[in-house]
């Protein structure tokens, strides 16, 4: 299946080429045509406004490819020269040092495409489309299944990646097969099994060693088993009631990453943390959120190394009160060595 080019302005280039513009901070940086693709890469390209949280430093390269042969020509220009690849989605779940990212970050955002049979039920999207707004799609056709998800902010590809849930429902509940790319280009098709799925987490998150690097793969598309034939007006009900609950109970007056811990079980983070009596506790522009103590919130002018420290604080104080090591859902990315003073 194809991944469709989303609309938006596009530059075209028949040979690789670079150009140099001057940045509001007056520093150098280089703008790199690919070849026979409609996308660039941006060096020095500041980050804090691709996450969820508002903050990070800036990526050494970054592109954020429309279609699927210009994704593949980003990874084969990191292959050619040895680069490290980082991949970005909606950047919702993840913390971004204020030092940026080494190597080349990929963005898959507008990888946009999104498909409902009605004759098998299910549905296939490519892994920039934003799960809230599948949820809704899904709902207005009578379909089931993805009632829970409308309150998840992130897109596809990054739900399969980490196994997004909420209500007691996840994406490997739903999950039928996810096409993946690898590092030299080609694409492979893999089923549910095949991703040793756990709670938010899969083999696709893969790790920060170079060998883990070397086989990281990236989502290009998934499909989910829905359930079609309900009454729109009674899934749409169900889907608001549960977007109704997130903004009751979870902050989002204050940019976010969603949920910083895993919940470990049997008790969840969020009761932990404010047992411990942590709400509220604040470092720099970073709080420890009063409306749910699982999530830390930009108060504004927050440092990604705020919200490390905090994260490490919430850690030691939770260990010291109830011998339990939180351990973080948020994905850091960048270098933190020394953040904490």
């Known amino acids: 299946m194809t991944i469709y080019q989303a609309a938006g302005n596009v530059c075209t280039a028949s040979a690789l080429n670079t150009k140099k513009h001057q940045t509001t901070n007056s520093v150098d940086s280089e703008v790199i045509y690919l070849p026979n693709t409609d996308c660039v890469i941006k060096s020095q390209a500041s980050l804090s406004a691709f996450t969820s949280y508002r903050v990070g430093g800036a990526a050494d390269l970054y592109v954020a490819p429309r279609n699927l042969e210009a994704l593949q020509a980003s990874l ?3 292959k050619e020269r040895n680069l490290k690849v980082t991949t970005l989605g909606a950047g919702s779940n993840l913390l971004v040092s204020d030092e940026g990212i080494s190597g080349l970050v990929i963005a898959t955002r ?37 009632e829970w998800a409308v309150g998840i902010p992130g897109t596809a590809g990054g739900a399969v990646v980490m196994n997004a849930g909420a209500h007691n429902n ?9 096409q993946v790319l690898s590092p030299d280009g080609t694409l492979e098709t893999l089923t549910r099994d095949q991703l040793g799925y756990s709670y938010r987490t899969s083999l696709l998150q893969g790790g920060e060693s170079p060998s883990e690097r070397r086989c990281q793969r990236i989502v290009t598309q998934a499909t989910l088993q829905l359930a079609p034939g309900a009454d729109p007006a009674k899934v749409v009900a169900i889907t608001r009631e549960h977007k109704k ?18 919940n470990p079980k049997p008790y969840s983070a969020g009761w932990l943390i404010e047992q411990t009596g942590l709400k509220g506790y604040q470092i720099g522009g970073a709080q420890v959120a009063q409306l749910h103590a699982n999530f830390i919130v930009n108060r504004g002018g927050a440092k990604a190394s705020d919200i490390f420290c905090l994260i490490r604080h919430i850690q030691h104080q939770v260990q010291e009160r109830w011998s339990i ?13 020394g953040a904490c003073g």
């Not at 090591?325 to 060595?337: A, D, R, S, Y």
Request: glycine share 8%; hydrophobic share 40%.
């Open 76 to 78: 084969k220009y990191a």
């Open 110 to 146: 507008h990888l946009r495409f999104s498909n409902f049979d009605p004759q098998t039920g299910q549905l296939t999207v490519a892994a920039g489309e934003s799960i809230p707004s599948l949820a809704w799609a899904a709902a207005e056709l009578g379909w089931q299944g993805l």
């Open 170 to 178: 996840c994406i490997a509940d739903m999950l039928v097969s996810v």
């Open 245 to 262: 609950h997130r903004l009751n109970t979870q902050p989002y007056n204050f940019p976010s990453c969603g949920s910083v811990f895993r």
């Open 325 to 337: 090591n939180l351990e973080p859902e948020v994905k850091m990315l960048g270098e933190f060595q």
